[in-house]
């Protein structure tokens, strides 16, 4: 795993649609008539999907609905009444209807909760490769409430899944599906806002018997969430005297990715037991791109949309804190850290944040407030 998560590029991949500036939906579409006359009989596959018409990127309540919110509140408002007719498209023969649906049901958030039992239906099919299944665990992710556990709904006992382990051809490169499910649905779980409440879950899943791809991908998938998966850190060290040599390296990357401790990469080394020329590659390539994986929090924001500095910045980071999912809130506050005085008018938004039902935000706001006056808290 490389690099801070990129989430524009792992959802763009999946679901290939053309990203704009997100608006209302023109007048002239009907999104009612749209769904019913998505998969009809004799009716043609339609040539611009949802995402397209109302401007938005698959990027459904993260991203998104923090440049849009009218425009996330008018698509609700239309779909909610058409979503038990597009948990039925779901089924449909056509495999692009299908997918169009359950993107639409991906965009309505935890207003689409209903289709729970169908994703997850779709998700556990043996008939159908890991791969294509990849789409219905992000759907699942999407529209379930940020503050409910997803990870319960996606790690089943190991044998209903024992197809999903497979390697695939991808890019030419024969690639582990672990690796692949890190990419996509590493970069969902942080997008929607399911970090610090999964990390339980998955540390749990890593001390059971499942196939040694599951036990990697949700390795990587702490790894992907950085500091937010700290409290994982005791089981990750336990990890390294695995039976597995895959489990082991993995385990010491995601420590890396979680503590950023640079003094650690040739402990970390030789504790997997890698043959040395592993080990050498492996102590190589962490300090030659520990600038690339360990970005601040600015950077890490700017690795996603082009932000500029001063007000700008701040914009972004006040409309995070407010309406981003829990993930870039807290993102947001660390940003506003960095910055010290500089993020001064981010004050009040920041002090509200001191309320916040979420510890680690409450933490984070203190310490935000700290760095940018010692008595903004009073002010």
């Known amino acids: 795993m490389t690099g801070t998560p990129r989430l524009l590029i792992p959802m ?6 053309a990203r704009g500036a997100a608006q209302e939906a023109p007048k002239e579409f009907d999104l009612g008539v749209y769904i019913e006359q998505l998969g009809a009989k004799g009716a043609e596959t339609p040539s611009r999907n949802v995402a397209e018409v109302f401007g938005a990127s698959y990027l459904p309540l993260g991203h998104w609905e923090m440049y849009s919110f009218r425009a996330a509140a008018e698509y609700r408002r239309l779909a909610i009444p058409h979503l038990p007719k597009l948990i039925e498209l779901l089924e449909h023969p056509d495999n692009k209807v299908a997918a169009e649906a359950r993107q639409m049901i991906s965009m309505l958030g935890p207003a689409g909760r209903p289709a729970t039992a ?38 089943p006992p190991a044998d209903s899944l024992s197809n999903f382990s497979a390697e695939v051809q991808l890019n030419g490169r024969l690639t582990s599906l672990a690796m692949i499910s890190e990419m996509y649905v590493g970069a969902t ?12 879950f998955l540390t749990e899943a890593l001390l059971k018997p499942y196939p040694t791809d599951y036990r ?6 702490l790894a992907r969430m950085g500091n937010e998966a700290k409290t994982a850190l005791p089981t990750l060290e336990k990890l390294l005297d695995d039976e597995e040599i895959v489990v082991r390296i993995t385990a010491a990357a995601a420590i890396l ?15 997997t037991r890698m043959a040395k020329s592993m080990r050498d590659a492996f102590v190589e390539r962490w300090q030659e791109d520990s600038e690339e994986r360990f970005l601040s929090a600015q950077q890490e924001l700017r690795a996603h949309y082009p932000i500029g500095d001063g007000e700008e910045m701040i914009r972004y980071l006040v409309t995070a804190m407010q309406h981003g999912r829990g993930y870039y809130r807290r993102r947001a506050l660390l940003a506003a850290a960095e910055l010290g005085p500089a993020a001064r008018d981010a004050v009040p938004t920041i002090r509200a944040l001191l309320a916040h039902n979420d510890v680690e935000t409450r933490r984070l706001a203190a310490a935000a407030l700290k760095k940018i006056s010692p008595n903004a808290r009073k002010e």
């Not at 779980?189 to 339980?200: L, N, Q, R, S």
């Not at 990697?216 to 998938?221: C, G």
């Not at 990715?257 to 504790?271: F, K, M, S, T, V």
């Open 189 to 200: 779980f942080c997008d929607a806002g399911h970090t610090t409440i999964e990390v339980p």
């Open 118 to 155: 169908a994703l997850q239906r779709r998700l556990f099919d043996k008939k159908r490769d890991g791969l294509e299944r990849l789409p219905d665990l992000i759907a699942l992710v999407y529209i379930t409430p940020e503050n409910v556990p997803v990870t319960p709904l996606i790690l």
């Open 216 to 221: 990697a991908m949700a390795i990587l998938l």
């Open 12 to 17: 763009l991949l999946l679901f290939t649609t």
């Open 257 to 271: 990715h979680i503590q950023r401790d640079l003094n650690r990469i040739e402990e970390l080394a030789d504790r």
